[in-house]
């Protein structure tokens, strides 16, 4: 006779409030497709900005194997940073605005029988972060008109795609400045006005928008785009060959791939983390962090 499996721990932490759909009905479908053989589940609710990270850390010390992120990329950036060096795996279903994390390694958004299925038949692999002196990033991170645009879509009532895209007109018409700044990549230095720059861990900013053809979470290397000051006639062509995945035939753009980024601070530098806006005046350093979090993705995938 075989031997009754154990069955897994599994903490799901919904945040109410990300996206712009309502997760009321979450808890409902959890209960109708969660794998009842093979997990025993608990439900927790954030009731504040950074709350997921706690309760992920209670997660850990509770000997949950598996923490799953109910919300956007920054909800799974807080769940990630207590999971990092541990046995605890991270789980997705991705219900935020961009979810740019999720779409890299196909689970479904705003999708939440696709996201569970995952959880019960997926495979847990290791992955890289990037860790900076202020937080782990699971995607990306830089600033420019990113970091600004995140700023603005912040304080927008509504979400989704609609509200984002009129944050990134808004910006790009009226308010945005590039930014100075002195930045060295791994041995190389530059010290220019900078219109963008990003650092990715994951190939996606969100709403299935990606930069390069492919980025790879488990390489050891960030990607990383340069954007310097264009005229703003080349404003179009610019953002239809970063559409098509072809930076490297804009002339105003630079790719490089690196392991260590050091961001010299500026008086109220603006940067974003995982699409949350940072204002932070020191020194900020980005190394990558090899194969240190365990994440449940779909079975059948073998690209990260």
């Known amino acids: 006779m075989d031997a ?3 069955k897994k721990k599994i903490m799901f932490i919904i945040n109410p409030i990300s996206g712009v759909y309502r ?9 109708r497709y969660i794998d009842y053989v093979k ?4 439900i927790r609710f954030t009731q504040y900005a950074g ?4 309760i992920a850390q209670q997660a850990v010390e509770q000997g949950y194997d598996v923490c799953v992120a109910v919300g956007g990329d920054g909800s799974i950036n807080e769940v990630a940073q207590s999971l990092v060096g541990t046995q605890t795996a991270l789980g997705v279903i991705p219900y935020g605005s961009g979810n740019g994390f999720a779409t890299h390694l196909k689970i479904p958004p705003r999708d939440a029988e696709g996201a569970i299925n995952v959880l019960n038949t997926g495979k847990i692999v290791k ?4 860790k900076t002196n202020l937080r782990y990033v699971v995607s990306n991170a830089g600033f420019g008109i990113d970091s600004s645009v995140a700023r603005r879509f912040h304080h927008h009532k509504i979400r989704g795609f609609a509200s984002y895209a009129w944050a990134v007109m808004k910006e790009l ?5 590039p930014f100075d700044a002195k930045v060295e990549i791994d041995d190389v230095v530059l010290e220019r006005e900078f219109y963008l720059f990003t650092a990715f861990n994951a190939n996606q900013y969100g709403y299935n928008f990606s930069v390069f053809p492919f980025t790879s979470m488990k390489d050891g290397v960030m990607d990383v785009i340069v954007l310097n000051p264009f005229p703003f006639w080349k404003l179009f062509y610019i ?5 098509m995945k072809r930076p490297d035939v804009v002339k105003e753009a630079e790719i490089f791939r690196a392991r260590r980024i050091k961001i010299h601070g500026t008086k109220k530098m603006l ?3 995982d699409g949350d806006s940072v204002i932070w005046h020191d020194d900020v350093m980005l190394e990558v962090v090899p194969q240190c979090i365990q994440v449940i993705v779909p079975e059948h995938l073998n690209s990260f």
């Open 4 to 6: 009754v499996q154990e």
């Open 23 to 31: 997760k009321k009905n979450i808890p409902e479908k959890i209960a």
């Open 39 to 42: 997990y025993d589940y608990t």
């Open 51 to 54: 709350h997921a990270t706690l």
């Open 127 to 130: 992955l890289d972060l990037i």
């Open 173 to 177: 018409l009226l308010y945005f400045k």
């Open 239 to 243: 953002f239809f060959c970063c559409v």
């Open 271 to 273: 940067y974003q983390f």
